[in-house]
């Protein structure tokens, strides 16, 4: 195993990944580099921590992004990555970690991860501009993870899973603040403020344990069309809504066996829990501590 220093040895990230073999290190002093292309399995690649290493200029090897990653058990810390047309890392590989990473105005999204089993982790998506992008966008197979990040500023969604696990995170002031849209996601100990909407579950079989969802735009928590058999438990939905097709928990029509208990939701436009029929008769409530409900009945 080598350790390789940039700008030290290689003046450029390229050109120490180009001669690495598996199992290497690369530390990336501070300063400005170029975008890079990570195309050797289990190499480490890590900075001098956020703000201090920025990855901008040109972008990857073939690519827009700034950092692309192809290779197997990836891992990456400790750095800035800004402002390129593409993605800010784009991860097609799997089993990677992204540690203490930045990603912000870039274009598309800060992360885009398709692989699978990917854990990204006390990282920071800020003011990416894609309005159909994300912060952190999960777009996988098997579950990635999402553990104490913060998403904030994006024009798109501030997290967007597909079988990820979002765990002790926040979004704050994104166009909407989390958009799950497959199964068996986890959401637990998330904080979301300020955004268009809260969380917005479009799928089946999804756990959306102890949150805090508060002052958004719009509804807090809204389950879609053809949501079912998901679990919204012990969340918090506090302020959110502006006009009549808002709520805190909101529960659309043709969304079933869905079970919402023992919630918390005070001061939501134009009520704290709604269930448009037939949804109040297709779905469980239970527990619930509210001040109003459309029907009458759904809080205790």
């Known amino acids: 195993m080598v350790l390789r220093i940039v700008p030290t040895d290689f003046l450029m990230v390229q050109d120490a990944i180009d001669v690495s073999i598996p199992g290497d290190s690369i530390q990336i002093l501070a300063g400005k580099f170029d975008g890079f292309r990570v195309d050797v399995e289990n190499l480490k690649i890590f900075g001098c921590g956020i703000g201090r290493t920025i990855i901008a200029g040109a972008p990857a090897q073939g690519t827009s992004d700034g950092v692309f990653v192809s290779a197997e058990r990836t891992t990456l810390q400790g750095f800035t990555v800004q402002g390129f047309i593409g993605n800010g890392?784009?991860?097609?590989?799997?089993s990677s970690v992204l540690k203490e990473v930045e990603v912000k105005f870039n274009t598309l999204m800060g992360i885009l991860g398709v692989g699978n089993s990917n854990l990204i982790i006390n990282c920071i998506a800020?003011?990416?501009?894609?309005?159909?992008?994300?912060g952190i966008e999960i777009f996988a197979f098997t579950s990635s993870y999402v553990?104490?990040?913060?998403s904030t500023q994006n024009l798109g969604d501030?997290?967007?899973?597909?079988?990820?696990k979002l765990i002790n995170s926040s979004a704050n002031e994104n166009n909407n603040g989390i958009s799950v849209d497959t199964r068996s996601t986890i959401l637990a100990n998330e904080t979301l403020k300020n955004n268009g909407s809260g969380i917005t579950i479009a799928s089946d079989l999804n756990n959306i344990i102890d949150n805090k969802?508060?002052?958004?735009?719009e509804s807090g928590i809204e389950l879609t069309v053809f949501s079912d058999e998901n679990a919204i438990d012990s969340n918090i939905a506090r302020n959110n809504g502006t006009d009549i097709t808002d709520a805190g928990i909101l529960v659309d029509p043709g969304s079933a066996d869905n079970t919402i208990r023992f919630n918390k939701a005070r001061n939501n436009v134009e009520f704290?829990?709604?269930?448009?029929?037939?949804?109040?008769t297709d779905?469980?409530?239970?527990g619930n501590k509210c001040e109003n409900s459309d029907p009458p009945g759904l809080c205790t």
């Open 158 to 164: 501030g997290y967007f899973l597909r079988f990820g």
């Open 272 to 280: 704290d829990i709604e269930a448009i029929p037939p949804a109040d």
């Open 147 to 150: 553990i104490n990040c913060i």
């Open 213 to 217: 969802v508060c002052n958004n735009e």
């Open 126 to 134: 800020s003011n990416n501009t894609s309005v159909n992008g994300s």
């Open 89 to 94: 890392i784009f991860i097609s590989s799997s």
């Open 283 to 286: 779905n469980t409530f239970d």
